[in-house]
């Protein structure tokens, strides 16, 4: 018979206390598998799955992607990724910030509550704003059960307060009767999972708007909301609904022939990309730069991280100067060279592995 064996988990401020005393409370051998996000600054690396694991039974580890889900096993979104559940498996992502965040907790609460429906189980405990509650939606709207940590006794209130007024709860109650809880809803079966697939309407936005672009494409939003912005305020335009001409005006009122607003892209995306350059060769010098402070101090692994990604850097820098913008320094081959310019990105499994 079916149980709730998947258990996804969200925090933010005051999250690794919380995680702790969570995970302290539940038995080894648990017959579900836990994964967490909480959210950490970009670049930073993670021993949040060490701590689960001193702290607990359960041994906790950062996602990789494609790893195949395991009950009685505590899978951390590791730093930058967001995590997504997959059939019997994990997808890691390096897509748009959601909330602000990467890892956020609404991908993850969806992707569970779209595969896993009634099975699941979405706890959300301290942390600021908003981030979980359209996810923790879409569990209840799954058939999933949503478990709120007590506002009142969180280290901050605002993302348990939030989830409970927009998402509702099935359970608000203080942090040490959360792993009690968990334990008891896992091991309740499920009579009947019923149902079908859950449609959630933000994963409904993609074909909407790639409709949006083919019209735009096909000259067909005459006098509608166009799919461009304004290059003077970046609001949105609006195609004016002629023939003879084809122009744009923002709601503020500045108006562009379609060849002056295709001129100014072209401005905006040189001076983006030089942009881009800049700050790459930046990277280069302060990476290089505490590279040499860390090795000073005899921390040789963290020097080695940090020369890594001032290398990464300075040949991101080189590739979008020579081979884009085709204003490589002198003596460079940006004119039909065969230098290999291949810049090697590390993939998401080993990124995830938080070991340098």
Same mark, same amino acid.
């Given at each position: 018979?079916?149980?709730?064996?998947?258990?996804?988990?969200?925090?933010?401020?005051?999250?690794?206390?919380?995680?702790?005393?969570?995970?302290?409370?539940?038995?080894?051998?648990?017959?579900?598998?836990?994964?967490?996000?909480?959210?950490?600054?970009?670049?930073?690396?993670?021993?949040?799955?060490?701590?689960?694991?001193?702290?607990?039974?359960?041994?906790?580890?950062?996602? &990789?992607?494609?790893?195949?889900?395991?009950?009685?096993?505590?899978?951390?979104?590791?730093?930058?990724?967001?995590?997504?559940?997959?059939?019997?498996?994990?997808?890691?992502?390096?897509?748009?910030?959601?909330?602000?965040?990467?890892?956020?907790?609404?991908?993850?609460?969806?992707?569970?509550?779209?595969?896993?429906?009634?099975?699941?189980?979405?706890?959300?405990?301290?942390?600021?704003?908003?981030?979980?509650?359209?996810?923790?939606?879409?569990?209840?709207?799954?058939?999933?059960?949503?478990?709120?940590?007590?506002?009142?006794?969180?280290?901050?209130?605002?993302?348990?307060?939030?989830?409970?007024?927009?998402?509702?709860?099935?359970?608000?109650?203080?942090?040490?009767?959360?792993?009690?809880?968990?334990?008891?809803?896992?091991?309740?079966?499920?009579?009947?999972?019923?149902?079908?697939?859950?449609?959630?309407?933000?994963?409904?936005?993609?074909?909407?708007?790639?409709?949006?672009?083919?019209?735009?494409?096909?000259?067909?939003?005459?006098?509608?909301?166009?799919?461009?912005?304004?290059?003077?305020?970046?609001?949105?335009?609006?195609?004016?609904?002629?023939?003879?001409?084809? &122009?744009?005006?923002?709601?503020?009122?500045?108006?562009?022939?379609?060849?002056?607003?295709?001129?100014?892209?072209?401005?905006?995306?040189?001076?983006?990309?030089?942009?881009?350059?800049?700050?790459?060769?930046?990277?280069?010098?302060?990476?290089?730069?505490? /590279?040499?402070?860390?090795?000073?101090?005899?921390?040789?692994?963290?020097?080695? &991280?940090?020369?890594?990604? /001032?290398?990464?850097?300075?040949?991101?820098?080189?590739?979008?100067?020579?081979?884009?913008?085709?204003?490589?320094?002198?003596?460079?081959?940006?004119?039909?060279?065969?230098?290999?310019?291949?810049?090697?990105?590390?993939?998401?499994?080993?990124?995830?592995?938080?070991?340098?």
């Amino acid at each position: 018979m079916p149980t709730r064996d998947i258990i996804v988990v969200g925090t933010s401020a005051g999250g690794v206390e919380a995680l702790s005393r969570l995970v302290e409370g539940l038995p080894g051998g648990l017959p579900a598998a836990l994964f967490v996000v909480c959210h950490l600054g970009g670049g930073v690396r993670s021993r949040l799955p060490e701590i689960l694991s001193r702290r607990g039974r359960l041994p906790a580890s950062h996602a &990789r992607e494609g790893e195949p889900i395991h009950p009685g096993h505590i899978y951390v979104a590791p730093p930058d990724y967001h995590v997504q559940l997959s059939p019997g498996a994990m997808h890691l992502s390096r897509g748009p910030r959601e909330n602000r965040h990467r890892p956020a907790i609404d991908p993850l609460f969806r992707s569970a509550a779209r595969l896993y429906g009634r099975r699941v189980v979405g706890v959300v405990l301290t942390g600021s704003l908003a981030d979980g509650a359209g996810g923790l939606l879409a569990v209840r709207a799954a058939g999933g059960v949503a478990v709120i940590q007590d506002p009142a006794e969180a280290f901050a209130a605002g993302m348990p307060q939030t989830a409970r007024d927009i998402a509702g709860a099935d359970y608000v109650v203080p942090l040490a009767e959360i792993a009690p809880l968990l334990v008891r809803l896992v091991r309740e079966p499920l009579a009947d999972l019923g149902g079908g697939p859950m449609s959630d309407p933000l994963e409904r936005l993609p074909e909407r708007i790639k409709a949006d672009m083919a019209a735009q494409l096909a000259d067909g939003r005459h006098g509608q909301l166009s799919t461009y912005t304004c290059p003077d305020c970046g609001g949105s335009m609006w195609q004016v609904d002629e023939r003879e001409l084809t &122009r744009f005006r923002c709601h503020t009122g500045h108006i562009y022939y379609a060849e002056n607003l295709l001129a100014e892209q072209s401005e905006a995306l040189e001076a983006a990309l030089w942009t881009a350059v800049r700050i790459f060769k930046e990277k280069t010098v302060l990476g290089r730069q505490l /590279a040499a402070l860390t090795r000073e101090r005899g921390e040789e692994n963290a020097a080695v &991280r940090f020369e890594e990604d /001032a290398q990464l850097a300075e040949r991101y820098a080189a590739l979008i100067q020579e081979h884009v913008l085709g204003a490589g320094p002198p003596g460079s081959r940006s004119n039909g060279g065969s230098e290999e310019t291949n810049v090697p990105v590390p993939p998401p499994a080993a990124a995830a592995s938080g070991g340098r």
